[in-house]
């Protein structure tokens, strides 16, 4: 089976770590999780992996040399610090030395898996990461899947999160977005691409990940629902979605997630649960803003039962 890389877009907020998990405990999937945030964990000396409290079996194993090259390639900065980087960017490609290394094709050489989930979202980085020899080549295939969610859902969250945002500011945001990321899924191509709620994942999630395991051409496997169970290497990502690994396990809890959700993670217990908080903790005037603003783009993507 040819390599594949699943690419998810969507709004930060969108429910993508969730998906990424599930997928993640398909014996034939590895999460990579938010790919694009590596070179930046790299450079400030974060731990990669988010979900290894100690040291990760998979990220904290790869030869210093090579993980130096993934987040220099990823990153988009200089492998040479005396050549500007458009210049040698050019050169990379005139030389095709841009078949030298290629980030997915060497991970994969490290993984017994056959298809990879990247959840870095951005439309940028997916069209990017498209360009590169190792997709134009057609030596990996790529996919798409867009993660959709009622955007007052998405405001709400990311209103929780970032106190100084308005829900003003957000919804122009989460407007222009999600139509960059409506195009990006329309140009492509149909037999590789599928767009997902996430509602209808959090409360039919045997049924959606079965459509998803089609489009992959791999086999539904009921493990992949208690995602927990399983062994992660994701990078970034929801920590409350995280949490379950971690309590799972009997491990500590990220500060993070009572900071920001209080109880709501820990009352959720071991299982799948529909976020539908924005109901309670959007005003009636933010509502209506998000309405004003990007009521029509929201208008397929709205949830109105619990
Ligand atoms: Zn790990």
Same mark, same amino acid.
């Given at each position: 089976?040819?390599?594949?890389?699943?690419?998810?877009?969507?709004?930060?907020?969108?429910?993508?770590?969730?998906?990424?998990?599930?997928?993640?405990?398909?014996?034939?999937?590895?999460?990579?999780?938010?790919?694009?945030?590596?070179?930046?964990?790299?450079?400030?000396?974060?731990?990669?992996?988010?979900?290894?409290?100690?040291?990760?079996?998979?990220?904290?194993?790869?030869?210093? +040399?090579? =993980?130096?090259?993934?987040?220099?390639? #990823? *990153?988009?900065?200089?492998?040479?610090?005396? !050549? @500007?980087?458009?210049?040698?960017?050019?050169?990379?490609?005139?030389?095709?030395?841009?078949?030298?290394?290629?980030?997915?094709?060497?991970?994969?050489?490290?993984?017994?898996?056959?298809?990879?989930?990247?959840?870095?979202?951005?439309?940028?980085?997916?069209?990017?990461?498209?360009?590169?020899?190792?997709?134009?080549?057609?030596?990996?295939?790529?996919?798409?899947?867009?993660?959709?969610?009622?955007?007052?859902?998405?405001?709400?969250?990311?209103?929780?999160?970032?106190?100084?945002?308005?829900?003003?500011?957000?919804?122009?945001?989460?407007?222009?977005?999600?139509?960059?990321?409506?195009?990006?899924?329309?140009?492509?191509?149909?037999?590789?691409?599928?767009?997902?709620?996430?509602?209808?994942?959090?409360?039919?999630?045997? +049924?959606? =990940?079965?459509?998803?395991?089609?489009? #992959? *051409?791999?086999?539904?496997?009921?493990?992949? !629902? @208690?995602?927990?169970?399983?062994?992660?290497?994701?990078?970034?990502?929801?920590?409350?979605?995280?949490?379950?690994?971690?309590?799972?396990?009997?491990?500590?809890?990220?500060?993070?997630?009572?900071?920001?959700?209080?109880?709501?993670?820990?009352?959720?217990?071991?299982?799948?649960?529909?976020?539908?908080?924005?109901?309670?903790?959007?005003?009636?005037?933010?509502?209506?803003?998000?309405?004003?603003?990007?009521?029509?783009?929201?208008?397929?993507?709205?949830?109105?039962?619990?």
């Amino acid at each position: 089976m040819k390599k594949k890389v699943l690419f998810i877009t969507g709004s930060g907020h969108c429910g993508s770590t969730l998906l990424t998990l599930m997928l993640g405990s398909h014996p034939d999937c590895f999460g990579l999780g938010e790919l694009n945030s590596l070179p930046n964990h790299y450079k400030t000396n974060i731990p990669i992996c988010g979900v290894c409290k100690e040291k990760c079996s998979f990220w904290d194993e790869l030869n210093p +040399k090579e =993980l130096k090259l993934l987040a220099a390639v #990823l *990153g988009n900065s200089r492998l040479n610090k005396y !050549i @500007p980087l458009k210049l040698e960017k050019t050169m990379r490609k005139i030389l095709r030395q841009d078949q030298v290394f290629n980030p997915y094709t060497y991970l994969f050489s490290l993984r017994k898996e056959n298809v990879f989930v990247d959840a870095s979202k951005a439309v940028e980085w997916i069209n990017q990461r498209l360009d590169a020899q190792e997709f134009t080549s057609g030596n990996l295939e790529s996919y798409l899947i867009h993660l959709v969610r009622d955007g007052r859902a998405v405001l709400s969250s990311y209103l929780r999160r970032f106190k100084s945002l308005t829900a003003e500011s957000y919804a122009q945001e989460w407007r222009e977005k999600t139509i960059l990321k409506n195009q990006l899924y329309d140009k492509f191509p149909a037999e590789r691409k599928m767009l997902i709620r996430y509602e209808e994942l959090a409360t039919a999630p045997e +049924k959606i =990940l079965t459509r998803v395991c089609n489009l #992959l *051409g791999i086999e539904f496997t009921s493990q992949m !629902i @208690p995602y927990w169970q399983y062994d992660h290497h994701v990078i970034s990502g929801n920590s409350g979605v995280r949490s379950l690994i971690w309590r799972s396990k009997q491990e500590e809890v990220e500060a993070d997630v009572r900071k920001y959700q209080g109880e709501y993670y820990n009352n959720q217990g071991l299982k799948i649960k529909l976020d539908l908080r924005w109901k309670k903790e959007l005003s009636e005037e933010q509502v209506a803003v998000f309405n004003d603003i990007a009521g029509d783009i929201n208008k397929p993507y709205e949830w109105n039962q619990d």
